[in-house]
């Protein structure tokens, strides 16, 4: 069965620190996804990650594909950063390339 | 930047009654897709939509759900016959080729009463 489990659940952050939040994921999974969810409840989808390591700005994300492992960073973090990020997992080229959520990680950063 | 449009973003109503949830996917996407957050809970596939019909359901899409694509603009979720355990939020998605371009909707939250 297809799975992503997601860590910590919870993250608080001083603002200017660094934040790493985790993802592992089953066999049958070959590409992830990271999220962003607001309070209002949207989604925003932040990287799509087969291989290697992606940037945007301040984050970065990375994934281990032999370690079955993904990782999100936050550089200088800011009070704006505070939201649920989201790892979902996708078969990519299968079928449907629908995604498997991880329970997210919430994260408050304090100014 | 293109986005999905949801509509309504919130609704109530009563148990047993009929809801449609409707969804404007990215214009030159292909792949439509209904997922749900129950409150406090992770997000949960519900269906993908490709080429005019259902790819894939999950267990949740019982036969009081049904998805169609009526005019080639719109994508929209039924649940016939509401339940209390049906209060989510539902989120709807479109991608183009690849798993590139995932594009979600801002949700609408479905609450049962």
């Known amino acids: 069965k297809n799975e992503v489990e997601q860590s910590p659940q919870n993250l608080t952050a001083q603002e200017g620190e660094f934040i790493t939040i985790n993802c592992s994921y089953s066999?049958?999974?070959?590409?992830l996804h990271w999220l962003q969810q607001h309070p209002g409840g949207g989604i925003v989808s932040l990287f799509m990650?087969?291989?290697g390591k992606k940037k945007h700005g301040r984050l970065i994300a990375t994934i281990n594909i032999q370690e079955k492992h993904s990782s999100l960073h936050i550089t200088a973090s800011h009070p704006r950063d505070s939201a649920v990020y989201i790892c979902?997992?996708?078969?990519?080229?299968?079928?449907?390339?629908?995604?498997?959520f991880g329970t997210g990680t919430l994260l408050a950063v304090q100014p | 930047e293109p986005e999905v449009t949801q509509t309504p973003s919130h609704q109530v109503t009563q148990m047993g009654q009929e809801v449609i949830l409707r969804c404007v996917p990215i214009?030159?996407?292909?792949?439509f897709y209904w997922y749900r957050q129950i409150l406090g809970q992770k997000v949960e596939f519900l269906v993908s939509?490709?080429?005019?019909?259902?790819?894939?359901k999950s267990e949740i899409f019982d036969d009081q759900f049904s998805v169609e694509r009526p005019d080639g603009s719109n994508f929209t979720l039924k649940i016939r016959s509401t339940k209390l355990e049906d209060s989510a939020m539902y989120f709807c998605?479109?991608?183009?080729?690849?798993?590139?371009?995932?594009?979600f909707g801002s949700g609408t939250r479905l609450t049962v009463v």
């Open positions: 998605a479109s991608r183009g080729q690849g798993g590139h371009g995932y594009t």
């Open positions: 214009s030159n996407h292909l792949y």
């Open positions: 066999v049958g999974i070959s590409a």
């Open positions: 979902a997992g996708m078969n990519y080229g299968g079928a449907t390339n629908k995604l498997i």
């Open positions: 990650l087969s291989s």
């Open positions: 939509f490709y080429n005019n019909e259902i790819s894939e």
